[in-house]
């Protein structure tokens, strides 16, 4: 299959969108650009489509995909008992980095949702993919467009590396803004509670519902008898091919700590201001010790950067506990296995 790179502008888009529409109509499946990662989107109530998702990915099968809908009308089609804090909630911060996981109807396949009796829904803040789910008049459903285990791809580029050859098409709308993926809160438990920290910090869904637990899969390695309440986070996640450590604490301490711990063969994640001191080494940065927009929009790109380079040993100094640093520093620590040293 020759895997095309639909690129809109002014001139062509009408007939590009059109094009990605059909696409998932007739049940392929193509390459979405998102506000937080591309996706790999196909019809959320075509079961065989949906299983392909599952196939190319290599996505084990008890993993459930977030459907994808153009505005917070469509929620009523899948979804039932919807409470009101679910409806202020889309008011508020959709189309955006939140999926809210609501008790599902029956119109959403059981692939979809990996036999589970909720679905994750989802309103991306992108024009381009809001249009296609409305020209298709089908639910999206996407996981990130990259192979099962793999770092998330925040351009189409690395959609192309991941896919090409193995789905239709990828639209190609530029890097994504946010770089890490949306934030998933449970909406059937009181209060609701995170199950994966993500592109909408914890903090501002605090403002409006008051204090939320996060799922403890989302911090730490889960013990032989735990099992986390978002299947997703039970699984080796975000890897490149060489192993990672994460370096925690006070930014200056961890460029330390890393530079002290330097062998050959090792590849550098640091924060702009500390790249002089890794020298002779591979290194990618994060963007500034205080950016974190940045750490979030670089955290992907440098992980799978090190997948083209001769490095044994990646290590991280990584981002805080705080905001949008949350989620960055959890898809570090998952890419570390949880191998983590605290400075
Ligand atoms: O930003 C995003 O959310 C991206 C873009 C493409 O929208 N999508 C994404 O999908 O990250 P995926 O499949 O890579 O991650 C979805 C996560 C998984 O951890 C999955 O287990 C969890 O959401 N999830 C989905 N449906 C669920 C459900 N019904 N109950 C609990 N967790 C669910
Ligand atoms: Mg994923």
């Known amino acids: 299959m020759d895997t095309k790179l639909l690129k809109p502008d002014d001139k062509n888009k009408d007939a590009l969108l059109k094009e990605a529409a059909a ?3 007739s049940g392929g499946l193509l390459g979405i650009p998102t506000e937080t990662v591309y996706g790999l989107g196909a019809d959320g109530l075509n079961p065989r489509a949906v299983t392909n998702i599952f196939l190319a990915k290599g996505r084990p099968q008890d993993n459930p995909l977030i459907l994808h809908v153009p505005d917070v009308s469509w929620l009523e089609r899948y979804c039932h008992d919807i409470p009101d804090l679910a409806y202020e909630l ?7 980095p939140l999926t809210m996981i609501l008790p599902k109807k029956d119109t959403v396949p059981s692939e979809t949702a990996a036999g589970l009796d909720t679905v994750g829904i989802r309103c991306p803040a992108n024009d381009l993919t809001r249009e296609i789910i409305r020209l298709a008049d089908r639910p999206v459903a996407a996981p990130s467009a990259n192979i099962s285990g793999k770092p998330s791809c925040t351009t189409a580029e690395a959609v192309m590396e991941d896919f090409s050859g193995r789905i239709d098409a990828v639209i190609d709308d530029g890097p994504c803004g946010i770089g890490v993926e949306s934030t998933v809160i449970d909406m059937t438990v009181t209060p609701p509670q995170i199950l994966r920290p993500g592109g909408m910090p914890a903090e501002t869904l605090e403002a409006v519902i008051g204090s939320i637990s996060v ?7 889960l013990k032989a008898d735990e099992t986390p309440r978002s ?19 006070e930014a200056d301490a961890t460029a330390r700590a890393i530079k002290e711990a330097l062998s050959e063969g090792c590849g550098i994640i640091c924060f702009e201001e500390y790249i ?27 992980l799978r950067a090190f997948d083209h380079l001769p490095v044994t040993r990646i290590l991280a100094q990584c981002p805080g506990p705080d905001g949008l640093d949350f989620a960055v520093s959890n898809r570090l620590k998952k890419a570390a296995g949880f191998h983590i040293i605290e400075v």
Do not use: E
């Open 231 to 249: 299947p997703g986070m039970k699984y080796r996640h975000y890897a490149p091919k060489a192993p990672v450590t994460a370096f925690t604490g």
């Open 90 to 96: 889309a008011d508020l911060f959709w189309p955006g």
């Open 23 to 25: 696409i998932i109509r």
């Open 215 to 221: 799922d403890k899969a989302a911090t730490r390695t």
């Open 276 to 302: 002089p001191l890794f020298d002779g080494f591979p290194v990618q940065t994060l963007g500034q010790s205080h950016d974190a927009l940045a750490h979030a929009r670089h955290i992907f790109s440098a």
